[in-house]
């Protein structure tokens, strides 16, 4: 497969879930995802977002790239 193939399914791929995230999905605030704020010091791992946009790739790019 060529690299412009592979850069076209990505940009279509992000251009989606910028879509979704402007219509309204809570990308970032969902269950999963942890805030810690202690004064001046905060940490935030999106765990369930990672999870979530992982998984939806891997269904995705499975079923584009299938032989």
């Not at 992000?14 to 704020?37: E, H």
């Amino acid at each position: 497969m060529s690299a412009g193939r592979i850069l076209i399914i990505v940009g279509g791929v992000i251009l989606v879930i910028g879509v979704l995230v402007q219509a309204g999905l809570p990308l970032g605030r969902l269950p999963g995802d942890f805030r810690i704020s202690r004064g001046n010091f905060t940490l935030y791992s999106p765990l369930a977002t990672g999870l979530l946009i992982s998984v939806a790739l891997t269904i995705i790019l499975n079923l584009l790239l299938r032989r």
